[in-house]
C-alpha cells in the first residue's frame, strides 16, 4: 500500500478560514500531503481582525497531541500560534517523547491585521524551550526584532537581516529564514522581495529572490510558508530544497490571493496549484453520459426497435436486417479494438482490449446462431453490402482511433458496449418484457449475461484508467470526448433507425 506523507500542525484556529490550522490544512492538502492538527487556541477573526482568542488548556493540548504521535505519526511538525509560556512548554516536553525531527517553527506574534497574539512573558520561553528544538525557523522582520530585543524599524538593510538570521540560530534552531515581505529592496528599479536563510552548523547563507507582491491581500502568508516548508520536509525534500518550494508556493499563493473574500486583508488562495476535474463527483462515464443532450441516451436505450424486441413485435425482417449488419458493424468493432490495444501504453491495457475482442468474437458467433435458426447462412451475411448508416458508424469510430488518441477511440467505442450493456440489463429485469415466446428473449438474455456485464466493467474501467492521465484536469479535452461520444450515441441511434426501416 503506498503511503502518504504526513504532517502535523501545532496551531490556532481562525474562525475566517485564511489562517492558522485552516491554512496549514489547505496547504497541504493541495500539496498531497496527509495534515493532522492540534488546536492550541481558538480565534474569533476575520479579514479586518481577531476580536477574541480563547486558549485551549494545556493538557487538552497535551492530550491531542499524544494522541496524534501515538497512532498516526508524522513526518514533519509545523508549530504556529503558541500563546503563553505554558502552552509552549506543554508542546515542547511532549514533542521531546516522539520523534520530532523536522520541526518547523512559525513564530505567530502578531497577525496580518495587527493583532497581538503572543504574551508579553512567552517570548521568553519560546527562546529558551522551542528554539533549540527547531529545524527551521520562519519570522519575518518585525518578529526578529522582537526575539533579538531590537527595537522596531531596527533592520533596514539586507546586510541587517543576515546579522540578525545569524543571531538567531545562535539561539538553537538549526535554520532561520527570515522573511524579507516586510523589506522590499530596489533591485535594477524594481521592488524584490529577499528571504534570507541562514543554516547555523555551517554558517552558510542561501538568498531566494521574488517579486514584491504590493497587495493588502496577504492574511495567512506566514502560516501558508511554513506549512509549505514543512509539507516539502515531509515528502523528502531537504531544508534549502523545502524553503525554495514553499516560497514558491507562497508566491503564487499571493499572486492569485483572494481579495473579493472579506473588507479587509484578503486570504491567499491555497488552491492555486489545483485544477479542479471538469466532471467532480462523478466518474468519467456517468459525466459522459450526464453531459449529452437532455434524453438523447434515453433515445437510445428504448428505441422503438428496442422496445419491440422487449415485447416481442419487433417485425422479423427488420430484426434479420439488423443482424446481418450488426455482424458486419462487429467485424469493424473487433478492429477498433485491436486498434486500441495497439495504442495502449501497456500489457494490462492491451490485454483488457484483447479480452473484448474475443467477447466480439462469440458475440458474433450468436449472431451466426440466430441467424441459422432463421435460415441465413454466413455466407448471406457476408454477401450483404453494407448499410450507409454502417458505414458511417462503423468508418467514425476507426477515423477516430486513426487520427486521435486512445481516450478518442475507446470513447467512439463506448456508447455500442455501454448502451448494449444497458438494454440487456434493463430488459432482463423489466417485468414487462415479454420472455414465453419471444422470439428475441435469447438476445436479451445475451446482453444481460455475466459474460457481457463483465465486458462492459472492462469497458469502463479503461475509459476511467484514460481519463485519469487524458482529461481529468482539462475541461476543453473533456468537451472535445464529450462532443466523441455524442456523435456516435447519435450513430447507434440511426442505426436501430436503419433496422426498423430495414434500409
Not at 517570548?123 to 527595537?151: A, Q
Not at 542561501?206 to 506566514?222: R, S
Not at 424486441?309 to 473487433?334: C, V
Not at 448502451?419 to 445475451?446: A, C, F, Q, S
Request: with cysteine; glycine share 8%.
Amino acid at each position: 500500500m503506498a503511503t502518504i506523507p504526513k504532517v502535523l500542525t501545532i496551531a490556532g484556529s481562525d474562525s475566517g478560514g485564511g489562517a492558522g490550522v485552516q491554512a496549514d490544512i489547505k496547504t497541504l492538502t493541495s500539496l498531497g500531503v496527509y495534515g493532522s492538527s492540534v488546536l492550541t487556541s481558538l480565534t474569533s477573526q476575520n479579514t479586518l481582525g481577531v476580536n477574541g482568542i480563547h486558549d485551549v488548556p494545556t493538557d487538552f493540548v497535551q492530550k491531542q497531541l499524544e494522541s496524534v504521535l501515538s497512532d498516526i505519526g508524522t513526518d514533519a511538525i509545523k508549530t504556529g500560534m503558541l500563546s503563553s509560556s505554558a502552552i509552549i512548554h506543554t508542546v515542547v516536553e511532549t514533542l521531546k517523547k516522539y520523534n520530532h525531527a523536522n520541526l518547523v517553527v512559525d513564530p505567530v506574534m502578531v497577525s496580518t491585521s495587527g493583532s497581538k497574539l503572543l504574551e508579553d512573558g512567552a517570548v521568553d520561553s519560546f527562546i529558551k524551550e522551542l528554539l533549540p528544538i527547531t529545524t527551521v525557523l520562519t519570522p519575518n522582520v518585525p518578529e526578529t526584532e522582537v526575539l533579538l530585543g531590537m527595537d522596531a524599524g531596527s533592520i533596514k538593510t539586507l546586510e541587517h537581516v543576515r546579522e540578525a538570521a545569524k543571531k538567531i540560530g545562535a539561539l538553537g534552531p538549526n535554520f532561520v529564514l527570515v522573511k524579507g515581505g516586510h523589506l522590499p529592496l530596489e533591485i535594477n528599479g524594481k521592488k524584490k522581495v529577499i528571504d534570507v536563510l541562514y543554516e547555523s552548523s555551517a554558517g552558510v547563507y542561501f538568498e531566494i529572490v521574488n517579486e514584491y507582491l504590493d497587495t493588502k491581500d496577504t492574511h495567512g502568508t506566514g502560516c501558508t510558508l511554513s506549512a509549505a516548508i514543512a509539507g516539502h520536509l515531509a515528502k523528502g525534500q531537504d531544508v534549502v530544497g523545502a524553503v525554495k518550494s514553499g516560497t514558491t508556493y507562497i508566491q503564487d499563493a499571493i499572486q492569485s490571493s483572494l481579495g473579493s473574500l472579506g473588507q479587509g486583508a484578503g486570504p491567499v488562495n491555497h488552491f492555486h496549484n489545483i485544477h479542479s476535474r471538469p466532471y467532480p463527483g462523478k466518474s468519467f462515464v456517468k459525466a459522459l453520459k450526464d453531459n449529452l443532450p437532455e434524453g438523447l441516451w434515453d433515445e437510445f436505450i428504448n428505441h422503438p426497435f428496442v422496445r419491440g424486441i422487449a415485447d416481442g413485435t419487433l417485425p422479423k425482417e427488420s430484426f434479420i436486417f439488423y443482424l446481418k449488419q450488426d455482424y458486419l458493424y462487429l467485424q469493424h468493432y473487433a478492429r477498433s479494438a485491436a486498434l486500441a490495444a495497439y495504442k495502449s501504453p501497456n500489457i494490462e491495457m492491451a490485454a483488457q482490449n484483447a479480452r473484448i475482442i474475443t467477447h466480439i468474437q462469440q458475440e458474433m458467433q450468436i449472431h451466426l446462431k440466430y441467424c441459422s435458426e432463421w435460415g441465413i447462412s454466413k455466407e448471406d451475411i457476408l454477401a450483404t453490402k453494407e448499410s450507409v448508416y454502417n458505414v458511417a458508424y462503423t468508418r467514425y469510430v476507426l477515423d477516430r482511433g486513426a487520427t486521435g488518441d486512445q481516450l478518442d477511440l475507446q470513447v467512439a467505442m463506448s456508447p455500442c458496449l455501454l448502451g448494449y450493456g444497458d438494454i440487456g440489463v434493463n430488459l432482463y429485469n423489466d417485468p414487462n418484457t415479454k420472455r414465453e415466446g419471444n422470439p428475441y428473449w435469447p438476445w436479451i438474455e445475451n446482453y444481460a449475461e455475466e459474460g457481457f456485464q463483465d465486458a462492459v466493467k472492462t469497458g469502463k474501467d479503461l475509459l476511467e484508467e484514460l481519463a485519469v492521465h487524458h482529461v481529468s484536469t482539462s475541461p476543453s479535452r473533456f468537451k472535445e470526448v464529450c462532443e466523441i461520444f455524442e456523435q456516435a450515441t447519435r450513430l447507434e441511434i440511426a442505426f436501430w433507425q436503419m433496422g426498423l426501416d430495414r434500409k
